[in-house]
């Protein structure tokens, strides 16, 4: 599993001391992982932020009925907006969040689907 992360981390241009911070993980973290019994949490934060799927960080092999996105495109921006500190809000709604942000990143989603439809009566 160390390796495979490794791998994707040089895949990506971070470094595993980098996602670790960026995780909040404790530094070497991912060092020990073949040492030790991994926390599932953690190895769960790991393949969001890259991406794949904890079987894949665990075995090396992905099921594509398991992929959150099919479309590798879509799934390569969401990866970007997820590395992005000031959009990682859309993939970080904390039960503390204010409702009105929530709401506008609910207003946003839903006027992007009406615009991907084609449908630009804005309800104003």
Known sequence: MKERIKSLCKEHGISMNKLEE???????????????????AKIKLIADYFNVSVDYLMTGEENESEKYYLN?????????IFENKELRTLFD????????????????????????????????
Do not use: W
Request: aromatic share 4%; net charge negative; proline share 3%.
């Open 22 to 40: 960026t995780l909040g993980f404790g530094k070497g973290y991912i060092s020990k992982l073949g040492n030790t019994t991994p926390n599932t």
């Open 72 to 80: 590798e495109e879509t799934a390569k921006v969401a990866q970007e």
């Open 93 to 124: 709604v904390q039960k503390d969040m204010d409702p009105d942000d929530l709401r506008a990143l609910h207003n946003m989603a839903l006027a992007l689907k009406r615009k991907e439809r084609g449908d630009f009566d804005t309800g104003c």
